[in-house]
């Protein structure tokens, strides 16, 4: 209960700071999108559950609302980059630090593409090709920079993670 309400306290307090903090002080290109963290770490860390499953997607949605874009687009990237890491996780170890930060990078590449593609096939945006490439590796960058510093805050998989 206490690393639920932790995570969700963090995740709100991720939220606010990428939605107010970070674009007045940061241009476009490099606002980290903190919100994809909190689904790499549900993906790695956590345990398959359809509630995992339903964060992930709701996690994108909350990042729909604030971004002004297609409402659900985030949710099925969200849930779709949450099931590839599940899907890793089984495979691999990965109660590792800088395996969050990885996944935080390519899951925002992936994000950038999935988006792309998704737009492409349902929607009639002509033109978005340069800004929706045109800044996607100092997001990635950004990102994975904040990842190192939100993987301290947020709790571990067992109890014996180390820190």
Not at 61 to 68: N, R
Not at 100 to 109: E, K
Request: hydrophobic residues 55%.
């Amino acid at each position: 209960m206490i690393r639920t309400a932790r995570f969700i306290f963090s995740l709100a307090a991720a939220l606010l700071l990428q939605v107010s903090f970070f674009p007045a002080w940061l241009t476009s290109p490099f606002v980290p999108n903190l919100t994809l963290f909190f689904v790499v770490h549900l993906g790695l860390r956590e345990p398959f559950s359809w509630s995992n499953c339903l964060a992930a997607f709701l996690i994108g949605l909350l990042q729909d609302c604030f971004s002004g874009g297609s409402f659900g687009l985030h949710g099925v990237i969200y849930l779709s980059v949450y099931l590839l890491l599940k899907q890793t996780s089984e495979r691999l170890y990965t109660d590792n630090n800088l395996l969050i930060v990885i996944g935080v990078f390519l899951g925002m590449i992936l994000d950038g593409i999935m988006t792309f593609v998704l737009l492409l096939l349902f929607s009639a945006a002509d033109g978005i090709y340069l800004p929706l490439f045109s800044g996607l590796i100092p997001h990635a960058l950004m990102s994975a920079l904040a990842a190192l510093v939100l993987v301290r805050v947020t709790p571990g998989s067992s109890q014996g993670y180390a820190r």
